[in-house]
């Protein structure tokens, strides 16, 4: 069974750090690209990095740039979001995704989401 479990949210004073984990099973998750994804209340979706399948290019929101680190571990079939200097608005559920496209097939995983508050 393909499964994307998020983990390591949590409530952080504003300047604090989390690390977000994203363990994915059922797949060969090498394959995939990943990308967190944050959505607060009455919020649009917002895309927060990228990685690529071997962890060779990322990229990320002007919003986090320079304070979230995005990585992977291909061999604990785990993606990661660092995440430093943490702001009030950084407070959203996040979500990792895993996602392939080969030409006309797409695969397309997503996590149940792991809450991030920061409030002081």
């Known amino acids: 069974q393909v499964q994307l479990v998020e983990s390591g949210g949590g409530l952080v004073q504003p300047g604090g750090s989390l690390r977000l984990s994203c363990a994915a099973s059922g797949f060969t998750f090498s394959d995939y690209a990943m990308n967190w994804y944050r959505q607060a209340p009455g919020k649009e979706r917002e895309l927060v990095a990228t990685i690529t399948n071997a962890g060779g290019s990322t990229n990320y929101a002007d919003s986090v740039k320079g304070r979230f680190t995005i990585s992977r571990d291909n061999a604990k079939n785990t993606g990661y979001l660092q995440m430093n200097s943490l702001k009030p608005e950084d407070t959203a559920v996040y979500y990792c995704?895993?996602?392939?496209?080969?030409?006309?097939?797409?695969?397309?995983?997503w996590g149940q989401g792991t809450q991030v508050t920061v409030s002081s």
């Open positions: 995704k895993a996602v392939r496209v080969r030409g006309w097939m797409k695969y397309e995983y």
